[in-house]
């Protein structure tokens, strides 16, 4: 089998304009073993967005033609920009359903380029017919800071995979959003200024249903992981506004009818802008092309939802407040958050019937403790030299009930566990700033009978030298050290559901940066000659694909320095990923405890 890269698709902005650019990347496992001979191809969209907030790309998507029977659907999305610019987050959309939440990489002035490829075959019910399609990447071009355009061009690819299991794709797919799409917008909740909320009415003879929620955090929210407890936020006043409140704990609730249904534990996004700009290029953030997306089963409440009448599916997100008396408190602004009920009907009954309903949840259980150092100046004034604290979280959560079918009666069950410990520690009136986190959960429901894990570790440093007019104003620096992973095992259950995986896969990836940035008075461009930077990314995949041209096993390697790939490879088969470590001693860094 041949590994094929983005850059042999043949896509039409893979063309001189992208000759001497720098190609950037994310490791990630490829959607399939070859994207050579499709049934069929077309460009979607090809747009070049400039001062583009509120001005999404609005159009028509017509599925293929006749003749092109498909199953597999694969989204290449490939962009080129340079210039100066931030990082920007983009959201794709099928009417008033989310299919993809990507963000860009910071340009060079002598140009990036990149491509992924998304798996979209779990929205076959919507890629099958003709729909609207919103591309929303929010930018600004003003001639003098922010000069970088991005073009981007998005191909469907199709495949008629066969799949073991059979290809049984859900019938319908329900939004929760703001079904904002009729004016040509997209339909994000933001919250907490939003409800999150939506009324549906289901059919009456489903069989399973499941819904996958996305969310992330930006503004003030962006760095959530790192925020403090509000009443911390003030420790340093001389440098006020530095610090974000509202806790590092966030957590993403899915309600029905105003239960809780399960939650999300996110993972925690370093985009490419994010912290030390210099950290993340040509090899970006994991996820930062690709963010992740979250699943609950709600089969179990099949039993209250198959009535005929409207029902009302809520996202919330919610973060720690020492206050309050179950330790839940608010957000700040804002979260982007949409979700989408998938549903596959059972043709063989009028209607679902389910008995024995039980919800049994638990926590959160926080535990909180904190210090803050004190240094006497020599006129005897105390100032606060430090802030150290750990905060942990753990959760429980199981949904279940029996539903009857015709002469069949099974058993339904969601489960959730999950925990939660992050230590920071401060100095330098918190312009030095340490971080240990790790998330870690399992779920599992009758979809399947694997259990999914997962672990998320955090390490990460920062060191800011700034004017004394602001660190947004004036020329400064950060030395940026990071050292993360993601740990997951287990399976999706779109995909199971679907027919395109049948068992376990295993993703380990690790990444590892040391950079330090001077950035200039455009605050989005670093400074020759003084930047530096160093990384190295690991990936090793195993999968469970039920499709002949699934891919069993892949690994990526790849080292970089100073804007170039010293090393890249890749290949089918898997390799050992090191596990992530405590950051190495710099001087001035706080020691947590």
């Not at 080129?80 to 990082?87: A, C, E, L, T, V």
């Not at 239960?259 to 993972?267: D, M, R, T």
């Not at 020329?475 to 993360?484: H, I, M, Q, T, W």
């Not at 995986?501 to 670093?526: A, F």
Request: glycine letters at 10%; hydrophobic letters at 40%.
């Amino acid at each position: 089998m041949r590994l094929i890269r983005a850059t042999a698709l043949g896509l039409a902005c893979s063309s001189g304009l992208t000759r001497g650019a720098l190609e950037v990347f994310q490791a990630a496992p490829p959607p399939r073993v070859s994207l050579d001979a499709p049934a069929c191809r077309q460009v979607v969209f090809e747009h070049s967005f400039g001062n583009s907030y509120g001005a999404p790309y609005a159009g028509a998507y017509t599925p293929p033609a006749a003749g092109c029977a498909f199953t597999t659907a694969i989204f290449n999305l490939s962009v080129i920009s340079s210039g100066r610019q931030y990082d920007r987050l983009a959201t794709l959309w099928l009417g008033d359903v989310e299919v993809w939440r990507t963000s860009t990489a910071m340009p060079t002035q002598s140009g990036i380029h990149w491509s992924f490829q998304k798996d979209v075959t779990v929205w076959h019910a919507l890629l099958a017919r003709e729909q609207k399609i919103i591309f929303d990447l929010g930018n600004v071009i003003d001639g003098d800071r922010y000069t970088g355009l991005f073009n981007v061009t998005l191909e469907a690819l199709y495949y008629e995979d066969v799949y073991e299991a059979g290809f049984h794709p859900a019938e319908h797919i329900y939004p929760i959003s703001t079904l904002s799409s009729a004016g040509n917008t997209t339909s994000l909740f933001s919250l907490p200024g939003d409800s999150g909320a939506v009324n549906l009415t289901l059919p009456r003879n489903v069989r399973n249903a499941v819904i996958s929620l996305a969310a992330s955090g930006n503004g003030a929210e962006e760095f959530w992981f790192t925020n403090v407890p509000t009443e911390y936020v003030s420790t340093f006043p001389s440098n006020e506004g530095w610090l974000y409140g509202y806790s590092p704990f966030r957590e993403v609730q899915v309600l029905v009818d105003g239960q809780l249904a399960g939650v999300s534990w996110p993972f925690p996004i370093l985009f490419t802008g994010g912290v030390d700009p210099g950290a993340w290029r040509p090899i970006v953030g994991i996820d930062a092309f690709e963010l992740p997306t979250f699943e609950v089963d709600i089969t179990p409440w099949l039993g209250l939802l198959t009535d005929g009448q409207e029902h009302t599916f809520q996202l919330q997100v919610v973060g720690f407040d020492r206050s309050a008396e179950n330790g839940i408190g608010p957000v700040g602004e804002n979260w982007w958050v949409s979700g989408s009920v998938f549903v596959w009907r059972d043709d063989t009954v009028e209607q679902t019937v389910a008995q024995s309903f039980r919800s049994e949840i638990a926590g959160p259980a926080f535990d909180f403790h904190s210090s803050i150092g004190i240094a006497i100046g020599g006129n005897g004034t105390a100032t606060n030299s430090s802030l150290y604290f750990a905060l942990t979280a753990s959760r429980n959560l199981t949904v279940s009930s029996t539903i009857i079918s015709g002469n069949e009666t099974r058993e339904v069950i969601w489960t959730q566990n999950l925990s939660f410990s992050n230590i920071q520690n401060m100095t330098d009136e918190a312009f030095n700033q340490s971080l240990a986190m790790v998330t870690s959960g399992s779920h599992s429901s009758s979809a399947s009978d694997v259990i999914s894990r997962y672990t998320y570790p955090l390490n990460l440093f920062s060191a800011y030298d700034v004017a004394s007019s602001g660190a947004t104003t004036n020329p400064g620096s950060v030395l940026c050290l990071a050292d993360r992973s993601k740990l997951t095992d287990g399976v999706s259950s779109l995909s199971f559901l679907t027919g395109t995986s049948i068992g376990s896969e295993s993703l380990r990836t690790r990444q590892n940066v040391t950079s330090s940035y001077h950035w200039n008075s455009t605050i989005v461009e670093g400074t020759e000659g003084l930047d530096t930077m160093d990384g190295e990314v690991w990936l090793s995949y195993s999968g469970g694909s039920a499709g002949d041209m699934g891919v069993a096993e892949y690994h990526r390697y790849a080292k970089e320095r100073n804007d170039s790939v010293l090393v890249d490879e890749q290949g089918w088969g898997q390799i050992s990923v090191p596990s992530t470590i405590p950051l190495p001693y710099v001087e001035g860094v706080p020691i947590v405890p």
